[in-house]
């Protein structure tokens, strides 16, 4: 006969994503953590930093609220881990495909080069990282637009990156005051919050011609508005 495990805990309900306390152990820490961060990912894109509670996200996982607050401390904690998590990779990507395409260009860099070397890995992602990268640009588009928690967020883990993008559009937009490279860029982040939110909106207002989830399409064209507009308002100089 099977002695039972003694770290397992007594028996307890059981949820859809299994054992409420100890994870088993064939789970292990990291399988729990990433289940907490998928489920926290998901709620935090649906209701904002305020709008979920550490019991919730317990709640939606299957784990106790002890185990939360052992892996990420505070719910801040946990809201931090969620946001680096995906924005390690996504920046690290970004940059490369912006270094590799200002190597490939040389002297010939252009607005719509360097945006869409930007743009490329949100495609990428979009279309190949299945419902956790959704949640995850949902969870961007959210704090871009957010005027008490978003600000501060986006600018901790996004900012180095769009200094280097802002860099490249400097070479290709010679002259350009920087004054007008940044309020040109504040337009194309408001474009790119919507895209990433993928709201349906488009598809409503246009009756269906156009679809807010062909992401391919969205980028595209969004690099070459975001082009002119840089160059128009850069032209001032």
Excluded at 21 to 39: A, F
Aim: with cysteine; charged share 25%; proline share 5%.
């Amino acid at each position: 006969m099977t002695k039972p495990d003694p770290e397992a805990g007594p028996a307890g309900p059981e949820t859809r994503k299994g054992r409420r306390g100890r994870p088993p152990k064939s789970e292990g820490p990291s399988g729990t953590s990433e289940l907490i961060l998928d489920v926290a990912e998901d709620l935090f894109s649906k209701h904002g930093l305020h709008g979920v509670s550490i019991r919730d996200v317990a709640n939606e996982a299957g784990v106790d609220t002890a185990l939360l607050h052992y892996y990420f401390g505070t719910k801040l904690g946990l809201f931090d881990a969620v946001f680096k998590r995906r924005a390690e990779i996504l920046n690290a990507e970004r940059l490369a495909s912006l270094d590799a395409y200002a190597l490939k260009a040389g002297d010939a860099l252009t607005p719509e080069g360097v945006i869409s070397a930007f743009l490329q890995p949100l495609v990428e992602w979009g279309e190949k990282g299945g419902p956790g990268w959704k949640h995850y640009f949902a969870l961007i588009s959210q704090a871009n637009a957010n005027p008490v928690w978003g600000g501060e967020t986006m600018a901790r883990y996004f900012d180095d990156v769009i200094r280097r993008l802002i860099e490249l559009l400097r070479l290709a937009l010679p002259g350009a005051r920087d004054e007008d490279l940044y309020w040109a860029y504040h337009n194309l982040s408001g474009a790119l919050t919507l895209t990433l939110g993928e709201t349906g909106r488009l598809d409503r207002l246009s009756n269906g011609l156009c679809r807010s989830g062909d992401l391919r399409l969205a980028y595209a064209n969004m690099a070459r508005f975001a082009a002119a507009g840089f160059r128009a308002l850069c032209a001032r100089a």
